[in-house]
């Protein structure tokens, strides 16, 4: 079977028949439009409402687009993704033939990659790759949770977990940790239920207050075949705020955190969200 290397890209709108002939667009703005297409995922989701809005932008220059003119939109730089290739002859892992929702493809190369200028969180790295699971319930706070969890881990069958962190220039503080199971079935029945049957964490995180449900997290944000429920610490809190999301995907659940001192501002973390999303889609 061919491999899965099809770059991560969000869906793109139909587009109408072309008109009669025109010249060639000069050099200029051909290199405009290939600027403004390469944010079209991350415009989809943060600055259109609507496919018909989306298509509008996609045939408009960067700077006439509000929030695009300028670095000031809160959107990081994140390079071309490209899933990984499969085993030959395994199934991506939403096809029909695939009814575990098993990831074939190296979880590791799964976990999305660092934005331009950060500094990457090299205690994340584990051992070849694979975090110890002792590293990863270091986010909870109180140990009683801690102790749960990790039994919970062990019932249900945990394979591995890979992790990521970085940290961008203006401090926010971004981790990934991608948990694979043996079918989605344990994700959702031991997981995923968790979260979403509470309007708040099933769990405590370190650093973090009380936290409720991410109203502001966009829908047209969502990616198909994929359970996603984010928080938001909600205030008064105390020197940093945290923000949380958790991902049922197939056989792997993901937890991804993003913490700042002052404001952790929002749109960089839904679009963390929305990409690593795409990614394991």
């Given at each position: 079977?061919?491999?899965?290397?099809?770059?991560?890209?969000?869906?793109q709108p139909a587009v109408p028949a072309l008109p009669e002939a025109q010249p060639p667009a000069p050099a200029k703005d051909?290199?405009a439009l290939r600027a403004v297409l390469r944010w079209t995922a991350a415009v989809m989701v943060f600055a259109v409402a609507?496919?018909?809005?989306?298509?509008?932008?996609?045939?408009?220059?960067?700077?006439?687009?509000?929030?695009?003119?300028?670095?000031?939109?809160?959107?990081?730089?994140?390079?071309?993704?490209?899933?990984?290739?499969?085993?030959?002859?395994?199934?991506?892992?939403?096809?029909?033939?695939?009814?575990?929702?098993?990831?074939?493809?190296?979880?590791?190369?799964?976990?999305?990659?660092?934005?331009?200028?950060?500094?990457?969180?090299?205690?994340?790295?584990?051992?070849?790759?694979?975090?110890?699971?002792?590293?990863?319930?270091?986010?909870?706070?109180?140990?009683?949770?801690?102790?749960?969890?990790?039994?919970?881990?062990?019932?249900?069958?945990?394979?591995?977990?890979?992790?990521?962190?970085?940290?961008?220039?203006?401090?926010?503080?971004?981790?990934?940790?991608?948990?694979?199971?043996?079918?989605?079935?344990?994700?959702?029945?031991?997981?995923?239920?968790?979260?979403?049957?509470?309007?708040?964490?099933?769990?405590?995180?370190?650093?973090?207050?009380?936290?409720?449900?991410?109203?502001?997290?966009?829908?047209?944000?969502?990616?198909?075949?994929?359970?996603?429920?984010?928080?938001?610490?909600?205030?008064?809190?105390?020197?940093?705020?945290?923000?949380?999301?958790?991902?049922?995907?197939?056989?792997?659940?993901?937890?991804?955190?993003?913490?700042?001192?002052?404001?952790?501002?929002?749109?960089?973390?839904?679009?963390?969200?929305?990409?690593?999303g795409q990614l394991l889609g």
């Amino acid at each position: 079977m061919a491999q899965d290397t099809t770059a991560v890209t969000a869906p793109q709108p139909a587009v109408p028949a072309l008109p009669e002939a025109q010249p060639p667009a000069p050099a200029k703005d051909r290199r405009a439009l290939r600027a403004v297409l390469r944010w079209t995922a991350a415009v989809m989701v943060f600055a259109v409402a609507g496919a018909g809005t989306a298509y509008g932008i996609t045939r408009m220059d960067r700077a006439d687009v509000p929030g695009l003119a300028t670095e000031s939109d809160g959107r990081w730089d994140y390079p071309e993704l490209t899933r990984p290739p499969l085993p030959s002859g395994s199934p991506a892992p939403f096809a029909d033939t695939n009814r575990a929702g098993t990831h074939y493809a190296d979880l590791r190369a799964l976990l999305l990659p660092a934005p331009k200028g950060a500094e990457e969180d090299k205690t994340l790295r584990g051992s070849d790759g694979w975090l110890a699971t002792e590293d990863y319930l270091e986010e909870y706070a109180l140990k009683a949770e801690r102790d749960e969890l990790r039994q919970k881990l062990v019932d249900t069958g945990l394979r591995h977990i890979a992790a990521r962190g970085w940290t961008t220039r203006d401090g926010t503080r971004t981790r990934i940790y991608l948990l694979q199971f043996d079918t989605a079935n344990l994700v959702d029945t031991k997981f995923a239920s968790d979260n979403v049957a509470y309007g708040t964490p099933a769990r405590q995180l370190r650093g973090s207050g009380e936290a409720v449900f991410d109203e502001g997290f966009p829908e047209a944000a969502a990616v198909s075949g994929i359970e996603r429920t984010a928080y938001v610490e909600a205030k008064p809190y105390g020197a940093e705020q945290v923000r949380q999301a958790y991902l049922a995907a197939g056989d792997v659940y993901a937890v991804i955190l993003q913490s700042r001192k002052g404001t952790a501002v929002a749109v960089p973390f839904q679009q963390t969200v929305t990409l690593q999303g795409q990614l394991l889609g």
